[in-house]
């Protein structure tokens, strides 16, 4: 046995992205159901794995570039990347869930270094990743930072979340800095 | 001079005055729209555009059109923020005219806009002309959002600024 073992930060487990299945409901339901992870979400935590399937269905499975993070080829979460609407195909924003007990082993970061990595090799013409996080989501701040994400300022009163109008911090990525 | 700006809501009989600054290339230089060549497209941008528009004003100095203002909103989850966007002909830009039209739409516009919170305001890193009316009145600068916009083929950096309902009226 190494004694050191002890002394360092457990290692964050092999993660892989990719596409999600119509099977990945039950997996999907761990993150999406649970309302400390929905707490920065626009929508509620989900209650019927029908709602879930559809949501896979109509959003998921047609959607440009949304992926599961998996352990295992088992998802624990998943990352999304929106181009901006109309003519700044240059501009992406990322999005990113992951289910509780996986939270705090650096998950979501090694998930956002495969996604800038995929991004800017796949995407025509990219130049710019952006993510926001809400002013009181220090954790999702952190995992940006890690990543490798620059702090552009915080955006006041900038979107309605659950009945309240919320300050954002928007962070970005460019390509060269990739 | 402050009494001499005002605005007003478009009418297509404006078309003439706002030809004037649309086919200047000073002007359009920081829009994404190209400079116009000839007052037909105009009128159907204003029928299509600028008259059925949420919140949209006519700038007028001493009660003839000289610019065009705007409070453009977001929908859904964002719809407590709207986009300031304003335009004025280039012979009338350095007199605090586009300055006054601002200070006149904040006064009334969380009144007008159902929901909104935050009205902002994205200004080219060079439009120093433009950063100035944003300072002037009252507007707070956000950050600088690198290679946010194109304009025109080029990326641009862009500033971003903000006016929320809680904040002093200059």
């Not at chain 1, 047609?62 to 998802?75: G, K, V």
């Amino acid at each position: 046995m190494n004694h050191d073992q002890n002394h360092q930060k457990p290692k964050t487990p092999t993660i892989t992205l990719r596409k999600f299945t119509l099977s990945d409901v039950d997996s999907f339901m761990s993150w999406a159901a649970d309302p400390r992870v929905t707490r920065f979400q626009r929508r509620d935590p989900y209650s019927d794995p029908a709602d879930a399937l559809a949501y896979i269905t109509t959003h998921i499975l047609p959607h440009p570039w949304y992926r599961a993070i998996c352990i295992d080829n088992t998802p624990v979460g998943s990352i999304s990347i929106k181009p901006a609407p109309g003519e700044d195909r240059h501009r992406a924003s990322i999005g990113y869930r992951l289910a509780y007990d996986y939270w705090g082993k650096g998950i979501a970061t090694e998930a956002l270094k495969l996604t800038i990595k995929a991004a800017f090799e796949e995407l025509d013409d990219l130049e710019r990743l952006e993510a926001i996080a809400d002013v009181d989501n220090p954790a999702s701040q952190r995992v940006l930072e890690k990543a490798g994400f620059k702090e552009e300022g915080i955006l006041r009163k900038y979107v309605r979340l659950k009945g309240e109008t919320r300050d954002m911090v928007m962070f970005s990525f460019l390509v060269s800095e990739f | 001079m402050d009494e001499e700006v005002t605005l007003r809501p478009c009418n297509l009989a404006d078309v003439d005055d706002l030809y004037e600054y649309a086919s200047d290339d000073k002007v359009s230089a920081w829009c994404r729209w190209d400079t116009y060549t000839n007052k037909e497209d105009l009128l159907n941008y204003m029928k299509t555009c600028m008259i059925p528009h949420p919140w949209m004003r006519v700038i007028c100095y001493r009660g003839r059109p000289v610019g065009s203002i705007s409070v453009t909103p977001y929908t859904g989850a964002d719809r407590c923020r709207a986009e300031l966007g304003y335009v004025l002909a280039s012979q009338y830009w350095g007199k605090g005219i586009a300055t006054k039209a601002v200070k006149l739409t904040m006064e009334t516009v969380f009144k007008d806009l159902k929901d909104l919170e935050r009205v902002e305001a994205l200004v080219d890193v060079e439009n120093f002309g433009s950063q100035k009316v944003l300072e002037k009145s009252g507007f707070t600068k956000d950050g600088v959002l690198r290679r946010f916009w194109i304009n025109k083929g080029t990326v641009r950096d862009m500033i971003l600024y903000s006016f929320i309902s809680t904040d002093p009226l200059v």
